[in-house]
């Protein structure tokens, strides 16, 4: 099964920033949450983490698609 994104954004949420959903609800109570400065950075390392294990199982652009930009 693949994870998505949206999928690893949630997860860190929830476990590093302790918050439920990242959808809208609407509602200042439920939408704004305080966090904490190490909660944020433990859920930005979490995050650099993923991008980095996610980019190493890309597989990797070859010198023509490079040029192509």
């Known amino acids: 099964?693949?994870?998505?994104?949206?999928?690893?954004?949630?997860?860190?949420?929830?476990?590093?920033?302790?918050?439920?959903?990242?959808?809208?609800?609407?509602?200042?109570?439920?939408?704004?949450?305080?966090v904490a400065v190490w909660s944020v950075r433990d859920a930005l390392e979490a995050a650099f983490k993923a991008g980095v294990e996610l980019g190493a199982s890309m597989p990797k652009a070859t010198e023509a698609e490079i040029a192509q930009d």
């Open 1 to 34: 099964m693949t994870t998505t994104i949206d999928q690893i954004f949630a997860l860190i949420a929830q476990k590093h920033l302790f918050i439920d959903t990242l959808e809208t609800r609407n509602s200042d109570r439920l939408d704004f949450h305080d």
